[in-house]
């Protein structure tokens, strides 16, 4: 379950449980991505695709924060269409499982138009 807040443009998710501070870092741009997905150009099915198989395997890698470019829907005549269904891909199974917090990036990491994604611990 996550906690969800939209403000405007911006979006914030934390997995129940989760110290907010860690949600409070990662608004700020902290940790650095580790890895970046960029979904321009793709359909929303690609997307899903592509966002399961990297945090899978970011998390898979020990890789803490993932960066998802969403954009933000300025060319497209249903609005932020991916970014949308991202956030709603970060709190649902299994790609919601290794999510503890998410938070629309800070304007030199992309804006509005990306996502930053901190991941869970793989535990040994």
Known sequence: MFELVRTG???????????????????RGEPTPDRELDLHGLTVAESREDV??????????????????????????????????????????????????FASAPSPLGGAGAILVLLRRRRA
């Open 9 to 27: 443009e911006r979006v914030t998710g934390l997995a129940s449980g989760i110290d907010r501070a860690h949600l409070e870092r990662l608004q």
């Open 52 to 101: 399961g198989f990297e945090l899978d395997d970011a998390w898979h890698e020990g890789e803490r924060c993932v960066r998802v470019i969403t954009g933000r829907g300025g060319h497209s005549p249903l609005g932020p269409v991916l970014r949308d269904a991202v956030v709603g891909w970060l709190q649902e199974p299994p790609i919601g499982d290794l999510v503890m917090a």
